[in-house]
């Protein structure tokens, strides 16, 4: 049985239809990127399957692990081990990076954590991704630039370890040297537990390291098309156009 | 403070607890010449400190409460005791303190603080000081720190006194400085000599058992030239079903060059009206650092002051108030600039929950001769719900045109894509809500030093999670 | 004449900063009913030197109206209704001896208030406004700009009531005072339950070029609903050194540089009156106030 199941989904946000009747599955282990043009609803997806308030579900199913969770709070989805990483992390003044993850390791886990060895993990995936030590002790994502943000959010993912990680628009705003610390950094997570990813993105820069089970491509809402890795190239050869009738913005 | 720090063991029970008073041990209720005579008959007053309590209690008569401000009308003067005979003489040794008072203040931590970080420590319980000391160490630099009482009637420090009592904040001020010149009892006494910078802090803590009573305590601190000192103060009461009064009075002298930082966590039980009344005199290039959170009583009204009196003289004002249900706190700061150059701080956050009315209040005063003068204010309301309240009052008045005054606001709730976020990260709703609040309240936990950082995020923790009523 | 408590701030604050509110004689002469309906001309110009009460009522047009009053001793009154989806934007002008304005403005669902207020050392100025935010989606935008200067003065009480839901409002007021001028500005956004999306902001940038003048700003939230956004701001002080030294450096004598700070102050203020006839004729005005100080 796949690990997420997406039926037939349909989503709205203040009285507008965003999704409309989707339906995808992962594996586990496996790697699926969703790709399609600015506005299709790439986000939107992330969004509902991480249980965001602000998105509503007026029909279809979320199946994760074999428990329908359409309708659990994101805390949960957390807990059974969906990650989302977000295009633009929040910024929180007053509780540090390092106090915050600490405090959502216990959580996830469910294990009251040494501070020894909750320092040590850090500390080694903070290597991972070339980030400098005092990132751990300022004000979560407060002050950090576009990349930073990016690397605070890989280094969650590295240490929260969950079984399904959605990378949302991760690349983006990233330089080369950025692109290539974050991807080892995806690449360290899957050596770490073999979990599943759901990359949204809409360029391809970032899937060159990795190797890409599945492909799905989103137009105005809908699944538009499916295939193998292959699928990518056929984006980057001639973009959405053919497939939705419009440009790739 | 252990006991007091861990998570687990938050309970409003800790600063719940309470022992029986005996009746014979009170005056008797209200205000009346005679209750002030005899008080300072018991406290065997100098003659101008008699008479200076009977003209303050002629101006309390004749004025007026103020016409701004939460009510007070749950305030029954003539029921309030003003003043509880001591059991105990005041001690300088633990082990000397009556066994019930004793355990009182082991509860809330207070001698284990003084071995593990402070530099001296004072307790008041109910009207009087019970137990006061420094470490050797601290003494010996000239350094004092006693219970006012006894600073008054020692000639060394007698005349220091009689100039300073009441001068910063005279009877005259308000109805309750006037309440105050007249039943005022215990406090603390602080001196400490030029040059001389205390590297760890000295602590009082007041602590009001009795039912139905009032605390009037009077800090008077003053510093010298270029000395240094911080100073903690902490409050709290266990809850009666009759209403509660604090009234004191702290006056602060800052000579020049001189910093002092005075901290404060007020966690009265929730039927208790403060009004309190601080004030800070700084000189040439002396600071006042105040750093203040409220999350206790009823009512308080409590604007701390800082009158900067000499050129380059500054003041910092860092607080937050925390108002749930049943509360009306009216909190803010106010500074007057009354010397070139001065300079002017004052940062503020405020939280309202549970049909809570918090209300920021502040006043900036710009004179003529401030010139090159600079002020900022910036204060933050947070709104946890639609059944509570949160008001912003400040008010600038600018009298010379070579000066920088900026004032800024704002005034939200919650994020709902932050609550999002940590949720994501697997928090539930509650803990992540709590977890904004304590971010948001970070400006004073990080002035604080460690434990008691500690113990107001574990009041601000109990508050939201509402674990403990 | 009969003694008239006037300005009072909506939650009064310490007494001994004098700023809770006001008290004048007003007198009891007849005043000019002025009545501008919706049908009216698209822009009414009106004249106003003595006592007045004028009535502006939105219609399906945007109503446009650009009150001028100098009136040496007067009180005038300026009420506006503006009914669901009216837009409607005031101008108005205030200069001359002791004036008392009052505006008082009800929103309905949906309208538009623009106001623009200029007041240009009035001997004694008491500005009382009003505006009741009950319609839902309702906008109330301001730009208030004042001058002043010798002995005079200029007390402003502008009361923003937010009581409809997802209401707006945006206030910038951009002063200058000189000599011994006096004023007091107290602006209040007053957030009501109920008003859930609304937001509100407010800011005052006063330019103080004398150190005889007494500015006092009171810039006021009060808030009973959690789902708001409301800001306030106020810069008080002098001009930065750093553009007096970048004028210079352009060949600017200093004192030139005060005057043409001054009116760049309001500059902003004068851009939003949206008439060339009337802007040109403030200018002008402020030009002079800014030359005879």
New interface residues.
């Given amino acids: 049985m796949a690990l997420l199941t997406i039926n037939n989904l349909s989503v709205e946000i203040e009285e507008k239809e965003l999704l409309h009747g989707v339906s995808m599955e992962v594996g586990s282990g496996e790697t699926h990127v969703l790709m399609g043009p600015n506005g299709a609803g790439k986000s939107t997806l992330g969004y509902t399957v991480m249980g965001s308030p602000e998105y509503r579900v007026t029909g279809g199913s979320i199946v994760f692990d074999g428990a329908d969770i359409t309708n659990e709070t994101p805390d949960k989805r957390a807990k059974r081990g969906i990650f989302l990483s977000f295009q633009n992390p929040v910024e929180i003044p007053g509780i540090t990076l390092s106090d915050f993850l600490r405090n959502a390791l216990e959580q996830v886990t469910g294990q009251r954590l040494k501070l020894w060895d909750f320092k040590k993990q850090l500390k080694a995936a903070m290597e991972v991704l070339q980030m400098d030590a005092s990132y751990a002790e300022r004000d979560l994502n407060v002050g950090f630039s576009g990349g930073e943000k990016k690397k605070a959010e890989i280094l969650q993912l590295l240490m929260l370890k969950p079984k399904l990680a959605i990378l949302d628009e991760t690349d983006s705003g990233l330089d080369v040297d950025a692109v290539r610390t974050v991807s080892a950094g995806i690449a360290a997570y899957r050596e770490s537990c073999g979990g599943s990813l759901l990359i949204i993105t809409h360029n391809t820069k970032i899937l060159d390291a990795l190797h890409v089970d599945r492909a799905h491509i989103i137009a105005d809402g809908k699944i538009v098309k499916e295939g193998g890795a292959e699928l990518i190239a056929e984006i980057n050869e001639n973009g959405f156009e053919h497939l939705t009738g419009k440009d790739a913005v | 403070m252990k006991q007091k720090t861990q998570v687990a063991d938050i309970d409003r029970s800790l600063y719940d607890f309470r022992y029986d008073e005996d009746a014979a041990d009170f005056l008797s209720s209200g205000i009346t010449p005679e209750i002030i005579r005899e008080i300072s008959e018991e406290k065997n007053d100098p003659d101008w400190m008699r008479e200076f309590r009977l003209k303050s209690l002629e101006i309390f008569s004749r004025t007026n409460m103020p016409i701004w401000g939460p009510p007070v009308d749950g305030l029954d003067m003539r029921n309030i005791v003003t003043y509880i005979r001591p059991k105990s003489r005041m001690n300088t040794d633990w082990n000397d303190v009556p066994e019930h008072i004793k355990e009182t203040f082991e509860r809330l931590g207070i001698p284990q603080a003084e071995r593990e970080s402070l530099a001296g420590v004072g307790a008041q319980y109910d009207s009087e000081l019970v137990y006061h000391n420094v470490r050797k160490e601290v003494a010996e630099s000239g350094v004092v720190y006693t219970d006012l009482e006894s600073a008054m009637h020692d000639p060394k420090y007698a005349e220091i006194i009689r100039k300073h009592f009441m001068k910063l904040v005279p009877p005259t001020d308000h109805k309750f400085a006037a309440l105050h010149g007249a039943v005022w009892s215990g406090g603390s006494f602080v001196y400490v000599p030029a040059g001389v910078k205390l590297e760890i802090p000295l602590q009082s803590y007041f602590r009001l058992n009795a039912k139905g009573a009032g605390q009037f305590e009077h800090t008077l601190i003053i510093l010298e030239e270029n000395s240094d000192l911080h100073f903690i103060e902490g409050c709290s009461a266990p809850k009666y079903y009759e209403a509660g009064l604090h009234a004191g009075c702290v006056e602060l002298y800052v000579g020049k060059g001189a910093k002092l930082r005075y901290s404060t966590i007020e966690n009265w039980s929730k039927n208790m009206y403060n009004l309190n009344t601080k004030r800070a005199l700084v000189e040439e290039g002396g600071r006042i650092e105040w750093v203040s959170g409220s999350f206790g009583s009823h009512v308080s009204y409590l604007y701390p002051m800082s009158i900067l009196n000499g050129r380059g003289a500054s003041a910092e004002f860092t607080g937050i108030t925390f108002a749930g249900e049943g509360q009306n706190l009216d909190t803010g700061a106010k500074i007057v600039h009354n010397a070139p150059e001065t300079s002017s701080h004052i940062d503020t956050k405020s939280i309202s929950k549970s049909g809570g009315i918090s209300t920021f209040r502040s006043a900036v005063t710009v004179h003529e001769n401030a010139v090159g003068s600079r002020s900022s204010v910036s204060c933050e309301s947070l709104m946890l719900d639609q059944i509570s309240r949160s008001d912003t009052i400040p008010a600038m008045d600018i009298r010379t045109d070579k000066c920088d005054i900026g004032h800024e606001a704002k005034i939200g709730r919650i994020s709902d894509d932050a609550v999002f976020y940590l949720m994501s990260r697997g928090m539930d709703e509650q803990s992540a809500r709590a977890m904004i609040v304590s971010g948001f309240a970070g400006n004073v936990s990080k002035e604080l030093p460690l434990e008691y950082a500690v113990e107001m995020n574990n009041l601000i923790r109990m508050e939201m999670t509402g674990s403990v009523g | 004449m009969a003694t008239t408590q006037l300005n009072q701030l909506p ?5 001994w ?1 004098g ?2 509110g006001t008290a004048r004689e007003i007198s009891d002469d007849l005043a000019d009913e002025i009545v501008i309906d919706a049908n009216d001309h698209s822009v009414s110009k009106i004249e106003i030197s003595q006592s007045a009460n004028v009535h502006i009522n939105g219609g399906k047009e945007p109503q446009f109206v650009i009150e001028h009053l100098h009136a040496e001793n007067a009180a005038v009154k300026t009420t506006i209704h503006a009914e669901s989806g009216t837009h409607v934007k005031l101008v108005q002008i205030i200069t001359g001896g002791a004036v008392i304005a009052d505006l008082q403005a009800d929103l309905a669902d949906q309208a538009a208030l623009e106001l623009v207020q200029i007041y240009l050392n009035c001997a004694d100025a008491v500005s009382a406004i009003t505006v009741n935010m009950n319609g839902r989606k309702s906008v109330f935008t301001s730009n208030i700009g004042y001058a002043f200067a010798d002995e005079n003065a200029l007390d402003i009480n502008l009361n923003i009531v937010q009581n409809g839901k997802k209401t707006e409002s945006d206030t910038a007021v951009r002063g200058v005072l000189r000599g011994h001028a006096k004023k007091i500005f107290r602006g209040t956004i007053d ?1 009501r ?1 109920g008003a ?1 999306g609304a937001s509100g902001t407010e800011q005052e940038n ?1 330019l ?31 001009i930065d050194p750093k553009h007096i030294f970048y004028m210079q450096s352009r060949g600017i004598p200093e004192a030139q540089i005060y005057e043409i700070l001054a009116q760049s102050q309001l500059g902003s203020v004068l851009k939003q009156i949206g008439d060339t006839e009337t802007e040109q004729y403030a200018a002008a005005l402020l030009g002079r106030e800014e030359q005879d100080a």
């Fill in positions: 939650a009064p604050t310490f007494s900063l700023v809770n957030f339950n859930a006063v103080l070029l004398d150190e005889t003048v007494v500015n006092k700003t009171v810039p006021v939230i009060l808030c009973a609903e959690e789902d708001v956004a409301g800001s306030h701001g106020a810069t008080i002080g002098q």
